[in-house]
């Protein structure tokens, strides 16, 4: 079994920052990339950001040059730096370890930037 915990969330004014981690642990075998995604209610969840093991990275159009996604694979640890953050940008964040076949999500860790 695979746990998650996330941590670095909280309340931020717009244009500060903040860094999210995210922290593996239990019976990993291979991880084949960690992510973030966010949710807001009534809305589905998305992509922000995600890293492979490999060191490839995708980001959402929206985050794209503030957001940097980066991880410490021997950790089993993914970072994510979100800089000038906007009201937008407010949700829960979830952290996404994919490990093939399955995906494990963390149990998210609210963002909040203040208008």
């Known amino acids: 079994q695979v746990q998650l915990v996330e941590s670095g969330g909280g309340l931020v004014q717009p244009g500060g920052s903040l860094r999210l981690s995210c922290a593996a642990s239990g019976s990993i075998f291979s991880i084949n990339a960690m992510g973030w995604y966010r949710q807001t209610p009534g809305k589905q969840r998305e992509l922000v950001a995600r890293i492979t093991s490999g060191g490839r990275t995708n980001y959402a159009d929206s985050v794209k040059g503030r957001f940097t996604i980066s991880r410490d694979n021997g950790k089993n640890t993914v970072y994510l730096q979100m800089n000038s953050l906007k009201p937008e940008d407010t949700a829960v964040y979830y952290c996404?370890?994919?490990?093939?076949?399955?995906?494990?999500w963390g149990q998210g860790t609210q963002v909040t930037v203040s208008s």
């Open positions: 996404n370890l994919g490990s093939y076949p399955r995906d494990y």
